[in-house]
């Protein structure tokens, strides 16, 4: 009992020395070289926009988020009566508020890992470049550990979040216990998930115009080549990887992280009132050892990032494999420590006479096997090596019509993999956590749906590396630019080039991750939206306005309103890509006017002597992206309050699970078919593509051409809809928990 | 009594009216001018090519029914114990052949329908032809009269079939009661699903195979132009265009109406217990209801053909238009008597006061206004008078990528209002089902289901003139081919172009059609699905092996096994539409090959000395894609069954559900982003799409080449996957109906 409330102290200090470690790195990459003139001058028209972008967009949000507080906060105070709250005695105002403050906690700490993650990301890149000149190791270690700089203060920010808004709600609050305290919080992945949205969204809508409206404007129209600095939309291009990759994906995992830890802490709750009747040593543990667990998750991370080294002559996908598996390794230790410790069940056992901790031990491996498992899911399905990216540069020869078909057939494919992946992770998990013999008073089993909890945290503790790896694409893309740009020696260049390709791997594969770490997190944080509204039911069962046989015992898809609501979350689902994408072609217009403007007005940009607006275009872009991601923004939000509203609490959880099956499916297509459509035009690019004759079919051909197309298809696929999908499903799982009351009848 | 026992005559009746009805129609087109010699010589070559493809496909599929009979046949004898049957006394060996007969009866009538319909269409298209050098409004009424054969063949067929199988087993097989009768004939349903499978998916792949090899082979390869005939794939072509849009239309469609007969009448099992109960006159009439309402939307059919008429100088889309309205308004007129004289409830009535047999009949009137509503939103995303094709078009202008990423978009546009049609359906008719008041003993509503039912039935009343209307398409298609072919005079080939146009919108429309039924349908047969497994579970209490806590009263989706089973019927519609993509790759090579050697071993066909050899392209075509279909077929057929095993049955009623919305929403977004691509291209070549300064950009431009791109990845998704999927999700719901009792636990 001792040692698990001592264990508890591993949240603050792992968070803490997580974050201060942050701040290390941060200083450690701040403080190398910038190598030269030439390199800093792109550098620091990248930083210029970067900067115009993060006040724009975030200033956007962090207005919306005010708004959505004060929204929410109303809403919670008309609609969380006595009657419905699932804590009567803070029904209405107390509760009104205490939502609203976790709302904004939680939205200002994804705001600010995305800020600081993205200023660190900017200027991590001109290093790099700056190392490629001396190193490839070096190179490596600069691009990771500015990478690093998000992963650690995406993931500290979301546990002490978390922990420290429970922690004052439930000692500073009164009346309200530690078993009741994790469903005041669940603002806080509220507000992680409307950042999240908009972040991601808007970001991607950035992104992709950028890269669209640049290309199209110079290339096509002025007939400069692809890159050339005079066009400023060139900048808003290198931003803008920086913007999807670093801050967006950053959004999303921060959300994953919140809104699991929270979901987890609500079934611990089931867990909490097992232990406490049984007498067992120390029931709040299982609530706090979501917590735990990702705090192990910190320090391993920590370690791990002090693996990343090799020799020069290495493939340098191999050193960040190394930290991955060092950070796995080390988890497993973690979560053999925590479930021996914090999962004490005294003389009780599990199936075969065996501790219930072990069997959740075992649930939480499973979870970190699903994350090995898709990390290399993806690198079969997007990378050059293997059949589905072959298939499709050779259907590049007979033209983009088939080139297109090829990628949607690898697309449609790489669902079947996914499904089964995550459907033995549910099936073993939930198993597993079932042998632990968890039955509560009324005779059902809480350790099932626990195990799947545990094996989404074992899954989530290698995040902060994941996503270091993931911010390492970015950098390494602008440290290739920059190289690009300042005419670096071809030595440095050939380094950047191999690092931007292993970017391009560990960014697919970071969406993998996210996708089924989504739909793991999404499974638990609708079992916790059914036990709120058990509460809430509960709670009126007391007050003898409803009877037990009025208890969500199940979600019934027989039922005609749940399937409706299940139509309607899977359509939404397509109904939002569709919008998101139609985006990126409107915003794309907005560059394309102000560069021809610049072009027009500002003559001396042609012959070199007059430097283009980059910031202008920046702001003009950010702000198109904006006003387009309202439409899909609004949608989202709006769809699962209405259905609610209109067809019930038990219907808007079919339209929840439904669509969260159908949103996990369709980011796969579009994540893995994009990934694959971009590797095969690198494919031929290489000049691996070869004709019936053996002449290579490189860059110039019409195969190549043909993979072009495929290409730009891809681009707002995988960089808009897909990773916008992973926030949505989020967003749906947890605007219904917070507004559950909104939807009893 | 004596009425509604009467009026169960109209089924026999009608059904053999509308038989004699399509035979006087077969005489009186092929009585008719079969126009030049040169226009027969190439109908000639086309029917040859027909003709090859009926043996080989239909020698196939046969025997495939054959062993799928057998397989079944014994599945269900080494299942269907007497402690699992739904009809205990006939288990074991009779029940076994009972099934296996109704699969056999089921596949029999399905293919004898899409033969029949095949010969006439292959027939009508030289007197289309011919009429057209006369008249417009002659040729709009061969080609529509051609069409009907195979339309009242398929509905009067699956009504003859699915009525002499249920009065076959209820009079003349021992001890089996009225009410059992319904489940001994699921096996019809599923011998249709069975043959429609394979003739959808195999004449999908064979169609696109065919359109896809021929022009690489002939127009890029040899160099001639796109319909010559000396390259023996285009006649594969033409014939093409009968197999998809006659014969695998007419078996999905037979499909539609034989399943949805007998999941109705399953459910009329439930008002039939209650009218028994009460007392009302007569209680079969419910169980019959469903054949009554069906044959009087063949009578209504049969008069509106002789509604198609019109001025010469009128829209043929007008015509066509009239006559579905005069169908629409007489389905009304017929559903009022049938629900009037069969759904007698004595003095017992429905909510307000009002009838039962009112608040069915306008849940019947809501399904035809659903399907009115269908024909209209398919027309409003495909046609190139409205916004989505011409944005489409416009993104053209800037390349292939932008056409893809456009139609996609406007792809997954469409399952928004589609997916929301369906729900207002369901819910309206539900709500109006369960203001009938048909509670049962066990105090459970029956009407909600039994007023979905109904509105099914409604909506699947015009199903004969929908066909109709289909099979138009290919036979104006075919017509126009043979006016180029033979260099007919100018007028009558405008008039066949006219007639295609109005095609290409029949066609796409009955797709629409299709998926609305389709989605209906599957709603039904999963209600009767969870009827029948009730019903052996039931038997099972009785037999004290069970207890009722055991009856299947939510297909709970917050159920591991649940959850699980329904990620992988979502992700099975992707897979199972990526496996048929890649299929028509594979089969256009076959016909490339065959192609290419004839080229070469015939030396003469150059120089038209030598007459390519047609039949064996065709048949070399169907044989490969024969082959191809194997492994998508197996994947739709395996997968529900071992979920089933793996899992139980309640987790495959998850997995049918969720794959019915999945399989829905997807074949929406392949049929009309298809449809729409295909469109964009004709708006082009119409000259409608004009560059900034006014210049209209058509054929031969960048432009019209972007088009044609989209047009070609439209055309395996809205022919082959897309179609199929309507197959598959009825094949879900037949085969786990089927098997249930192999999934009890």
């Given amino acids: 009992m001792v040692l698990a409330s001592a264990l508890q102290w591993i949240i603050p200090i792992a968070g803490i020395a997580a974050v201060a470690f942050a701040l290390y790195l941060a200083r450690d990459v701040l403080s190398r070289d910038k190598g030269t003139q030439a390199m800093q001058d792109v550098a620091d028209t990248i930083r210029e926009g970067a900067d115009a972008f993060i006040k724009r967009q975030y200033t956007t949000i962090g207005l919306l988020a005010l708004a959505g507080a004060v929204v929410i906060g109303i809403v919670i105070y008309l609609v969380e009566t006595r009657e419905v709250a699932d804590v009567p005695d803070l029904a209405g105002a107390p509760i009104a508020v205490m939502t609203a403050i976790a709302f904004l906690v939680g939205a200002a700490a994804s705001m600010a890992s995305g800020i600081i993650g993205m200023y660190i990301s900017v200027r991590s890149n001109v290093r790099a470049a700056s190392a490629a000149q001396r190193s490839l190791v070096e190179a490596v270690q600069v691009a990771m550990r500015g990478g690093a700089v998000s992963g650690f203060l995406v993931v500290a920010l979301s546990l002490l979040g978390v922990w420290g808004i429970f ?50 404007v110079g290339k096509v129209e002025a007939g400069i080549p692809e890159d050339d600095p005079r066009n400023a939309g060139v900048i808003a291009d290198l931003v803008g990887d920086n913007v999807g990759d670093c801050a ?118 499973v979870g970190l096997a699903t994350s090995v498992a898709f990390v290399y899911i993806t690198q079969y399905y997007t990378a050059g090596t293997f059949r589905p990216v072959r298939e499709i540069a050779e259907a590049s020869k007979t033209g983009p019509a088939t080139n297109i078909i090829s990628g949607t057939a690898v697309g449609f494919e790489t669902t079947a993999v996914t499904a089964i992946t995550i459907g033995i992770a549910l099936f073993a998990s939930h198993w597993l956590g079932q042998q632990a013999n968890l039955v509560n008073a009324a005779g059902h089993d809480v350790g099932g749906i626990f195990g799947t909890a545990v094996a989404t945290m074992g899954m989530l503790m290698t995040t902060a590396y994941i996503l270091a790896m993931d911010t390492f694409g970015p950098i390494t893309d602008n440290a290739g630019g920059i190289a690009e740009f300042s005419h670096a020696e071809a030595g440095a260049r050939e380094i950047t080039d191999r690092l931007d390709a292993v970017g391009n791997t560990t960014k697919a594969l970071t969406k993998g991750y996210a996708i089924a770490s989504a739909s793991l997190a999404a499974f638990l944080l609708f079992s916790a939206y059914i036990d709120k509204v058990n509460l809430i039911i509960g709670n009126q069962i007391e007050a003898g306005t409803k009877t037990a046989s009025d208890l969500l015992t199940a979600v019934n898809l027989a039922d005609v309103s749940v399937f409706i609501a299940a139509l309607i979350g899977a359509m939404l689902v397509y109904f939002f890509s569709s919008l998101a994408i139609r985006a990126v072609g409107t915003t794309a217009q907005s560059i394309i006017v102000e560069v021809r403007r610049q072009f027009r007005e500002m003559p001396g940009i042609m012959d070199y002597t007059q430097r283009p607006d980059y910031a202008r275009v920046v702001d003009i872009t950010t702000r198109a992206a904006l006003r387009q991601m309202v439409l899909p923004g609004v949608v989202a939000v709006a769809t699962p309050i209405l259905v609610g509203i209109l067809l019930g609490h038990e219907a808007v959880a079919g339209l929840l699970m439904v669509g969260t099956i159908a949103g996990v499916l369709l980011a796969t297509v579009l994540n893995n078919g994009g990934g694959a459509w971009d590797n095969a035009k690198k494919y031929i690019e290489a000049g691996h593509l070869v004709d019936a004759d053996g002449k290579v079919l490189g860059k110039g051909t019409p195969a190549h051409a043909a993979a072009v197309v495929g290409d730009t298809v891809g681009d707002p696929f995988k960089d808009t809809a897909g990773p916008s999908l992973h926030v949505l499903v989020k967003l749906l799982a947890t605007i219904t928990l917070v507004l559950a009351p909104l939807f009893i009848r």
């Fill in 248 to 365: 967006g994906r950053g959004a999303d995992l921060f959300e994953s992280t919140a809104a699991e830890n929270i979901g987890a802490m609500i079934l611990g709750v089931g867990a909490f009132l097992i232990a406490q009747a049984a007498g067992w040593p120390s029931p709040e543990a299982w609530i706090f050892f979501p917590l735990v667990v990702r705090g192990f998750g910190l320090l391993a991370t920590i370690v791990a990032i002090f693996f990343v080294r090799g020799r020069e002559d290495e493939n340098p996908m191999n050193m960040l494999n190394r930290g991955y598996w060092v950070t796995t390794i080390l988890s497993v230790v973690g979560l053999l420590i925590t479930t021996n410790v914090m999962m004490n069940t005294a003389d009780a056992v599990g199936a075969n006479g065996i501790p219930a901790w072990v069997w959740f031990f075992f649930a939480g491996v």
């Fill in 167 to 216: 922690t004052a709600y439930s000692a500073f609050v009164g009346g309200v216990t530690v078993r009741e305290a994790p469903f005041l919080i669940v603002g806080f992945g509220f507000g992680a998930s409307f950042v999240a949205l908009f972040a991601q969204l808007g970001g991607g809508i950035y992104t992709k115009a950028a890269d669209v409206g640049s290309d199209l």
